[in-house]
């Protein structure tokens, strides 16, 4: 139990362009989602919280015009990252739990490269 | 502030040999601690957690760790290391408000066989 996926996977895209990510709780509803940015060789850093059904809490210095998440049911959370630049490719991350306390679970990742 | 440290960048190991992975966390509160695996290009991998209760906790292939609130520890261990367990090993630490958590810096381990 307690799966997370993500799609795609990977992904290249051109300047400019935007890009979904989607993240999905496959067997579990997951009331907060969290999305996570990972570049080479470093920790998680976190972007943001979605809350089912509610706008998204944005960390510090992550713009919340640029990384739209859309939080819309309780098993799938989307990252669209708009216009998005060379300096955006990175490792991107969700992350699921089911509630307040509750141990969060962590999809594949997708790798973004922006050329 | 809350934090989490691995003084450890990376650790090479043999095969078979035992292993211990430090962290070290600074909370206003007890948080709770978790440690997570990372393979290369996959996302991470739940390998134990402690809330509460007995400070030794028993996790998923044949790792423990132990919570020493003292020392404001939580390592990681395994008596004998496999080539397999080769990967990046994330500590982390939650109880804030909206379940955020923090994470250490990660330790790469590497094993020879």
């Known amino acids: 139990g307690a799966v997370v996926s993500q799609h795609p996977s990977r992904v290249i895209c051109k300047s400019g362009t935007s890009v979904k990510i989607e993240c999905r709780s496959l067997?579990?509803?997951?009331?907060?989602m969290f999305w996570y940015r990972q570049f080479p060789k470093q920790s998680l850093m976190l972007m943001a919280t979605?809350?089912?059904?509610?706008?998204?809490?944005?960390e510090q210095g992550v713009e919340k015009d640029k990384f739209l998440i859309n939080h819309a049911s309780l098993t799938l959370s989307t990252l669209t990252v708009t216009s998005a630049h060379p300096e955006d490719s990175s490792f991107y991350i969700c992350?699921?739990?089911?509630?307040?306390?509750?141990?969060?679970?962590f999809g594949p990742g997708t790798r973004l490269l922006v050329l | 502030a809350q934090s989490v440290t691995q003084p450890d960048i990376h650790i090479t190991v043999s095969e078979g040999a035992s292993l211990e992975l430090r962290c070290n966390y600074s909370?206003?509160?007890?948080?709770?601690l978790f440690w997570y695996v990372q393979s290369p290009g996959q996302g991470l991998q739940l390998l134990l957690k402690?809330?509460?209760?007995?400070?030794l906790v028993q996790g998923i292939k044949g790792f423990e760790a132990e919570f020493k609130r003292s020392q404001s520890s939580f390592n990681l261990r395994k008596p004998s290391v496999h080539w397999s367990d080769a990967a990046e090993y994330f500590c982390?630490?939650?109880?804030?408000?909206?379940?955020?958590?923090?994470f250490g810096q990660g330790t790469i381990l590497t094993v020879h066989p």
């Open positions: 992350s699921a739990r089911t509630g307040y306390q509750e141990t969060q679970y």
């Open positions: 067997d579990f509803q997951a009331t907060t």
């Open positions: 979605s809350n089912e059904g509610s706008k998204a809490t944005y």
């Open positions: 909370y206003g509160a007890t948080p709770y």
């Open positions: 402690y809330f509460s209760g007995d400070t």
């Open positions: 982390a630490a939650g109880g804030t408000s909206y379940g955020k958590l923090t």
